[in-house]
């Protein structure tokens, strides 16, 4: 049980490291075809990764941090607008 939640956790990680790959990579195509193409494997990255990250949290293997308060929201809005 040990090995496999170091291997959920092991792929989550490299899944997010994909993420921000494709963030920076969409982020400095010129090229629309090329931009949309790494737009939808993007798409499909985070959709992958939030089916895995909803199997590690049934499973215990992951606990996501604290919801953050309504006041605390308003906070990062404000400052952000």
Not at 8 to 32: C, F, P, R, W
Request: net charge negative; with cysteine; glycine share 2%.
């Amino acid at each position: 049980m040990m090995q496999e939640k170091v291997m959920v956790a092991d792929a989550l990680n490299a899944i997010n490291a994909g993420l921000k790959s494709y963030a920076d990579m969409i982020s400095q195509t010129e090229h629309q075809q090329l931009r949309q193409t790494l737009q939808k494997l993007r798409n499909e990255t985070e959709t992958s990764q939030y089916e895995l990250f909803t199997l590690a949290k049934s499973k215990n293997y992951y606990e996501p941090a604290q919801s953050a308060s309504a006041e605390d929201i308003q906070k990062v809005k404000s400052a952000i607008c």
